[in-house]
């Protein structure tokens, strides 16, 4: 006797019912990119379909993404003017602060992340304050604080802290503890690699080192055991959501961290992985709508909960037609 697989295979209906994981628009966050002026919505070439946007280019995405019942977003800013230490992003009129101020003045039931690092704010480009040529990761620590209360301060539904500084978490959840925000949650980047994934995202961002790498603080793609450590160590600092990121070519270790904690998690579906779809679709080398959706099912089926992709708009259109 052998077991008939195929009996729950035939009727598509059947197949629906038996079907282990599903995808849904409220399992998505979607990042922007904000720059200052008015009028401003320039693509990036690396990453077709994503933009750098102006504060009002911003407030109008946000209601394409709300009527497709998008409201979930995380921040990125491209600031004015960059120094060493990264001071847009520590006071209250950066572009950062003034961005979450606007969105939640003309849409108050957007749920704003922001995603809290450096990089973009230094003009060398690296995750925090420079010792020589590595990055000082105590003192980053106290600017990351100063950072989390101005996006505290401006309205932030969440804090992301993307830069891999040891003790971060404790540090922040201590700072917006302190300064009474203490129902405001931590998503940690807890495990995130050094990848040649996030190219794209540097064009993007504008925010690629301006020497050397980012070695000495994001992960070994190599290393499995300490990927599992990170995470739970930022578990047992209070961070409310862990995350990796890559996601593609990481979801033995998303599945992993997902044995080993309560907490939700998410992927960061990256702009590489992003491009790479992107470009086989435009070259139709891929039936492109079928393959993005078959990505983000092996994201949930690896145990993701949420989803950070530049595709949620292309999935939420899927969805509804659907
Ligand atoms: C900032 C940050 C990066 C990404 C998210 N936050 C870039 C980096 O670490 O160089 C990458 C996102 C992507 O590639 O889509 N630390
Ligand atoms: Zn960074």
Redesign the pocket.
Known sequence: MFQRFRRTRFNKHLRALVRETSVGVNDFIY?LFVRSGTGIKTEVASMPGVYQMSIDEILKECVELKKLGLYSIIL?GIPEVKDSIGSDALCDHGIIASTIRAIKETHPEMFVVT?L????YTDHGH?GILNGESVNNDATLEISAQQAIVHAKAGADMIAP???MDGIIEVLRNALDGAGFENLPIMS?ST?F??G??????D??E???SFGD?ASY?MDPANRREAIAESIEDEAQGADILMV??ALAYLDIVREIKDATSLPMAV???????AMLKLAGKHELIDYNRVVMETMVAFKRAGADII?S?HAKEVALMLQNA
């Open positions: 990042p990125f995603d690092c450096f990089c973009e995750c993307s830069g891999m980047y995130k050094a990848s994934y996030y190219g794209p995202f540097r993007l961002a925010s690629t080192p980012r994001q990121k890559p960061y579906n990256v702009s590489g992985e992003y950070i530049y």
